[in-house]
Each structure stands twice: as structure tokens, then as C-alpha cells.
């Protein structure tokens, strides 16, 4: 089994940065994708950004340029470094972690964007 844990949401006035950071721990060998989804109250669960074990990055285009996605392989851990915050960014953001044709969810970590 796979466990991710994520850390860092808060509450944050539009324009300012928050950083998200997401550890993994059980069986981490082989994880080849890991990244962020997102979802807001009413809405579906959207991608945020995913890089693989590799270092490619994914963005949606809604958070590209405002929104960077970093990988320790030797920490198992995860970072969303997000700026340039808007009211529409607020949502509950998951880590999510791809291994062994399985996907992985942490528990989520609220995020508010105040305007």
C-alpha cells in the first residue's frame, strides 16, 4: 500500500503564494507519476499538474505560469508551489501518486483564496 499525506493549505489573500507538499510513504518503489488534482464545492476533481519520476511536468493551462510542480525522488515527497493566487484557485487539493496500474489519493488539503 501507498500513502500520501499532504500538508501546507491554508487560507491566503488573492495575489499571494502557498505552497503544497505531499509525502509518501508504504510501498513508494515504482511510483512513476505523482501530482495534484483539485475540486472546488459543486464541481468535478480537475487536474492541477503531475510530473513523472523522470522530471516531465504537466500543467493545466489554468494554473500554467502561476502554478510549479517539483519532485524529491529521495524524499518521496511532492511540491505545488502556487502564486499569483486567485478566488477561483480555492478548492480541496489532493495529491495523487500513479504505480502499478493503480492510482493513489491523499486525504486533501483545503485551500481559500480570498478576494
Known amino acids: 500500500q501507498l500513502q500520501l499525506v499532504e500538508s501546507g493549505g491554508g487560507l491566503v489573500q488573492a495575489g499571494r503564494s502557498l505552497r503544497l507538499s505531499c509525502a509518501a510513504s508504504g510501498s513508494i518503489f515504482s511510483i512513476n507519476v505523482m501530482g495534484w488534482y483539485r475540486q472546488a464545492p459543486g464541481k468535478q476533481r480537475e487536474l492541477v499538474a503531475t510530473i513523472t519520476s523522470g522530471g516531465s511536468t504537466n500543467y493545466a493551462d489554468y494554473v500554467k505560469g502561476r502554478f510549479t510542480i517539483s519532485r524529491d525522488n529521495a524524499k518521496n515527497t511532492v511540491i505545488l508551489e502556487m502564486s499569483t493566487l486567485k478566488p477561483e484557485d480555492t478548492a480541496v487539493y489532493y495529491c495523487?501518486?500513479?504505480?502499478?496500474?493503480?492510482?493513489?489519493w491523499g486525504q486533501g488539503t483545503q485551500v481559500t483564496v480570498s478576494s
Open positions: 495523487y501518486a500513479y504505480r502499478t496500474a493503480r492510482a493513489y
